[in-house]
């Protein structure tokens, strides 16, 4: 599927401020950029690194006193991998790769260690595989509110689960702890995501089961088949969109997500299980 996609974010500057941004696409064999551009107003100096294992792209600018603004367009063509969730089993954690391994452990805001008891009593009697972790987006999704405002930015999974409220970035982060608390690895993954309303730098999970990494959203507030990848750690601190170091203040954002092909209408939501990785720890980069 074709997309194009974008946001624009502004700021007042009011002291001298080093910005880290990731928000560009990343680049993956499955997601083919056709064109893009960002464009700095005032135009800095930019300075660029991608990460050599999941081609997150990072954005750093030195930015002066005054106001400060970023827009980014893409359009890019979305390639999945379809399966069915009953084909797809869990990976023995002797059977890992080691370098896999770090998504087993627990990370600044995925307690896996602390949430092991409640996991394994809560989940571990479910078959295991692709459902499982499914079940587990369920159980999130029935029993913590979607709600704006009830976490912040130091908000772990231990503490969502006691509040049983959050928005996408805790719902991912539980949703992580609670498979490597059985033995899943799991990490955390940016994106943009067509059938978000409204639309937003959205946050949602990968598993890794049978070999490849598979994406699930415990929101179910987007299209699984419609996530445009920006990118993965072991939690959002790795991954968030803007990094400030300095005196500012946000005055807007927008983000946006459309089919290039214009049909925007509400589509039924799949319930294959989706893939947009090479069957491989790492695969995928281009």
Known sequence: MRYTLGCSLSYNILAETLFIFNLEVAHLKSLAILNESLTLSPDLRRRTYV???????????????????????AEVELTVLRADPASIHETPVAELPLDILPFLLPSRFVSSDRLTPFAQAEFGHLPKGHQRVNAICNWIHDRLTYQPGSSDEQTTADESLLRRAGVCRDFAHLGTAFCRALGIPARFVSCYAHGLVPSDFHAVFEAYLDGRWWLFDAT???????????????????IAFSTPYGNMQPTGMQIRINRADGQDGPATRTVDAISTEEPAPHAGAA
């Open 51 to 73: 990460t050599p294992d999941f081609q997150n792209r990072y954005l750093g600018v030195n930015v002066p006193v005054g106001p400060f603004s970023l827009e980014y367009n």
């Open 220 to 238: 179910r507030q987007a299209n699984l088949d419609g996530l445009v990848r920006i990118g993965v750690g072991r939690d959002a601190a790795e």
